[in-house]
């Protein structure tokens, strides 16, 4: 069975673009991208609950 992304909006917590990101609905993730308006890292904090994700993020130095 592939899994399928889901696709997801997040705020760029820099400059407050929004970025497209694909999270993996399998299992729950914390990793860093970077935002591609701005390039610094992003905190992305994904937590799967019913096969939907609920996005936390935040500044890398900053931690949650
Ligand atoms: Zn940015």
Do not use: H, N
Not at 16 to 22: F, G, S, T
Not at 39 to 48: F, K, N, Q, V
Request: with cysteine; proline share 5%.
């Amino acid at each position: 069975m592939s899994i399928s992304l889901l696709e997801e909006s997040i705020t760029c917590p820099y400059c407050w673009e929004i970025v497209e990101i694909l999270v993996d609905p399998s299992a729950s993730q914390t990793y860093t991208e970077d935002c591609y308006v701005c390039c610094r890292p992003i905190l992305i904090d994904a937590t799967i609950s019913e096969g939907k994700a609920v996005i936390q993020v935040t500044q890398e130095d900053l931690g949650f």
